[in-house]
């Protein structure tokens, strides 16, 4: 059973800088494209940062230069540094694996307020 489960999020004042970390059970992880995407309240989800299997990134024009996505394909991991943390950040982060199928976890909540 496939499954995606992310950790990290919270409360943050602005400027400030949490690690998002998606633990994924897809098989075998190095094939997949993973992603990061956020969905305010009202709201669609959009994409933040991804990764392809190949290592190469991209990011929402929003969040370029302040957050980073990385993966560790030994341990079937991605993550997502995000730094100078905004108001405007805050939102519901969804990991995301892509290959055969499309897979979501649960969402975690990163709050950005003083």
């Known amino acids: 059973q496939v499954q995606l489960v992310e950790s990290g999020g919270g409360l943050v004042q602005p400027g400030g800088s949490l690690k998002l970390s998606c633990a994924a059970s897809v098989s075998p992880f190095r094939l997949y494209n993973m992603g990061w995407y956020r969905q305010a309240p009202g709201k669609q989800r959009d994409v933040v940062a991804s990764?392809?299997?190949?290592?190469?990134?991209s990011y929402a024009d929003s969040v370029k230069d302040r957050f980073t996505i990385s993966r560790d394909n030994a341990k079937s991991m991605v993550y997502l540094q995000m730094d100078s943390l905004k108001p405007e950040d805050t939102a519901v982060y969804y990991c995301?694996?892509?290959?055969?199928?499309?897979?979501w976890g649960q969402g975690t909540q990163v709050t950005v307020s003083s």
């Open positions: 990764i392809n299997s190949g290592g190469i990134t």
């Open positions: 995301n694996a892509q290959w055969i199928g499309s897979f």
